[in-house]
Nanobody
Framework: VQLQASGGGLVQAGGSLRLSCAASGRTFSSYVMGWFRQAPGKEREFVATIRWSSGSTYYSGSAKGRFTISKDNAKNTVYLQMNSLKPEDTAVYYC???????????????WGKGTLVTVSS
């Protein structure tokens, strides 16, 4: 199983970025997929996830209203559109997939390599 994340970069506060996560190696129809992030010196935290079968979405408090998670079934890809970015959004963003959890990093089964998002003030 591979989760290939891309789309990170440097952006000014108030700007936008779109992250992509291309999944391969198995069928993810029963999985929840999404994004977690880890800032320097902090623990990895939940950002947003989407249930592949139903399209139901889940957001952290900090992401709600600014970030949008979506998926493309044909491309087996999950996206995270991030708007109104703040310096505190600076972190390495990881794509993950799991079955038993929606928000808990330790419960995810598969992880991609992270992509760095840096938001300058």
């Amino acid at each position: 199983v591979q989760l290939q994340a891309s789309g990170g970069g440097l952006v000014q506060a108030g700007g936008s970025l779109r992250l992509s996560c291309a999944a391969s190696g198995r069928t993810f129809s029963s999985y929840v997929m999404g994004w977690f992030r880890q800032a320097p010196g902090k623990e990895r935290e939940f950002v947003a996830t989407i249930r592949w079968s139903s399209g139901s979405t889940y957001y952290s408090g900090s992401a709600k209203g600014r970030f949008t998670i979506s998926k493309d079934n044909a491309k087996n890809t999950v996206y995270l559109q991030m708007n109104s970015l703040k310096p505190e959004d600076t972190a390495v963003y990881y794509c993950a997939a799991g079955v038993v959890t929606i928000t808990i990093p330790s419960g995810m089964d598969y992880w991609g390599k992270g992509t760095l998002v840096t938001v300058s003030s």
